[in-house]
């Protein structure tokens, strides 16, 4: 199962990886564990949390699972402490501004020992990076942009500040940390536009994408954060019930030393290797057919010269030919 996950994009696996981590870390003796996630589609939590009861909520309808309910993150129709955990991944971010804080405060509410929010934060460089793909997407679609990214600029991002005033104010014991080196997330996430969204069709590019996905998802995912938040992409909050028990999930922090850059470097080269020959052979295709199609053309002007020949030999009178 665990192999299996490795395989999904690496900004995906990044996020879930940490939930998820953090959630065994505060097992104990609990064989099964009771677990909102809010916004999650794809079902993506399940996959890590086999053993686990996961229920979603969401306030449109996207499944017809009797574990999806339908509602608004903002008012959660549960008691307190429903749910041993409440989740979501870059949800807050397409939360209005004013709603924000209700929204830290129902997932605080329903959990019974914490919850965890995770989600992108205002900043310089997150604004700037964020145009960059937007920029590319744009390029590679023929004009359309990029859904998710035009929405955090609708809303606006969180502003880490007022974040924690909002849970300073409100007496909760919280922890926030950072998750995804900015530059990583940055050429990952355009290479995987380029890959994935526009040149699915070949198999093989997608199959050496994947390779590097795995790579990442073992050799970076568990270590992708740092001390300086300005360098990262992503906040985690977590908001626990249980003093003393927040601290778990804070493990080691990315350090290059860590990352075997020339086995990094040699998969995303079988990514854009693969790419140019997928593209090299589709373009030879394309000219064998254009090709085949200049000589059936040739060959049709052929006939319709001979076919105008016979038609004028026709149309000539005995006289004319006399003459």
């Known amino acids: 199962m665990m192999d299996d996950v490795k395989m999904l994009s690496f900004d995906m696996y990044e996020k879930y990886f940490t939930v998820a981590s953090y959630i065994n870390s505060m097992r104990k003796d609990h ?21 686990d009861q996961i229920y979603i909520l969401d306030q449109e309808q996207i499944s017809d699972s009797p574990n999806f309910i339908l509602g608004d993150a903002t008012r959660m129709p549960f008691e307190d402490g429903a749910f041993d955990f409440v989740v979501s991944c870059d949800v807050l971010e397409h939360i209005d501004t004013n709603d924000r804080e209700k929204f830290l405060l129902e997932h605080h509410r329903c959990s019974k020992y914490a919850s965890v929010v995770i989600a992108p934060f205002e900043g310089d460089d997150v604004r700037k990076l964020e145009n960059h793909v937007n920029e590319n997407y744009q390029k590679l679609s023929g004009g359309e942009t990029y859904r998710w990214l035009d929405e955090h600029r609708v809303f606006g991002l969180p502003n880490e500040q007022n974040i924690v005033s909002a849970l300073q104010k409100n007496r909760i014991n919280y922890t926030i940390f950072s998750l995804g080196n900015s530059a990583l997330w940055n050429f990952m996430l355009n290479l995987s536009h380029l890959v994935v969204f526009f040149n699915w069709k070949y198999s093989s590019v997608y199959e050496k994408f994947n390779e590097l996905n795995r790579f990442f998802n073992t050799h970076i995912a ?26 778990l999930i804070q493990k080691d922090y990315l350090s290059v030393s860590r990352v075997n850059w020339k086995e990094a470097s040699m998969y995303v080269w079988d990514v854009l290797i693969e790419l140019i020959v ?5 373009l030879g295709e394309v000219n064998a057919k254009l090709r085949e199609a200049k000589l059936m053309i040739a060959q049709m ?7 105008e020949t016979r038609l004028k030999n026709m149309s000539t009178t005995p006289d004319e030919k006399v003459k």
């Open 31 to 51: 064989g099964t564990f009771r677990i909102l996630e809010v916004g999650g589609r794809g079902g993506v939590l399940e996959k890590f949390l086999p053993n």
């Open 222 to 247: 568990p270590y992708d954060r740092d001390e300086k938040s300005s360098e990262n992409y992503r906040r985690v909050i977590v908001m626990s019930k249980e003093n003393g028990r927040i601290e």
């Open 278 to 282: 997928a593209k090299n052979n589709e």
């Open 301 to 307: 002007q052929e006939k319709i010269d001979e076919l």
